[in-house]
């Protein structure tokens, strides 16, 4: 009797190599015959399940968000810090990937990021991670507020509109550049930025 398919198994041991080769070599390399290589399966059960390119590529940019949601939803509040010194916290475990799986997850957004800029197909996709990004800076910027670190002037919409643009460009240079992702480069680096627009 045959074995049984996992099929969500399955589908997530696919995406995983997908991932492995996006890493390595970058969106171009990720054929569906490259992936079902890197699988170990053939490319007829790759495409049972990802008939053409772009379904995995939508299916793995998904998994990529729901991760980083995960990691954002695991952050803690510590109460023997000062607020100010949480969001610091929040926004290195964010940047500064601690495991070689989250350096990888931050490449792949890094890599899809640029390739959906190109496509038409993925913007709706990219949209999604930035509403993501969005709301966890949202989330820094009002706790900030409530806590009287935001200036008066200061609207929580426009502070949690730049704060996303400066996690993605800190995330941007930390995977460009190895060289950068130290823990106390970061940690400046975040200090620096949240200064400007608190008090």
Do not use: C
């Not at 607020?83 to 890599?111: P, Y």
């Not at 502070?159 to 992702?181: P, R």
């Not at 130290?182 to 949240?194: A, F, K, S």
């Amino acid at each position: 009797m045959p074995k049984k398919i996992d099929h969500t198994e399955r589908k997530d041991h696919i995406i995983e190599a997908m991932f492995r080769i996006v890493h390595r070599s970058g969106f171009e390399k990720a054929t569906l015959r490259e992936i079902a290589k890197e699988a170990g399966l053939s490319l007829g059960s790759v495409q049972h399940f990802f008939p053409k390119q772009g379904d995995i590529y939508i299916d793995a940019i998904e998994e990529i968000y729901s991760r980083f949601k995960a990691r954002m939803d695991e952050i803690e509040h510590h109460n023997d810090e000062s607020v100010f010194d949480n969001a610091v916290r929040m926004i290195k475990q964010i940047v500064q990937a601690s495991t070689e799986e989250e350096r990888m997850e931050n490449d792949i957004w890094m890599k899809f990021s640029i390739m959906a800029t190109m496509n038409p197909d993925y913007h709706e996709a990219k949209n999604k991670s930035r509403e993501v990004n969005y709301s966890f800076a949202k989330e820094i910027v009002t706790m900030l507020s409530e806590n009287g670190y935001l200036s008066e002037d200061e609207s929580i919409d426009e502070a949690a509109n730049t704060l996303t643009i400066f996690i993605h460009g800190l995330v941007f240079e930390t995977v460009m550049y190895d060289e950068l992702d130290d823990e106390v480069g970061i940690n400046t680096e975040i200090l620096r930025y949240l200064k400007l627009f608190t008090k």
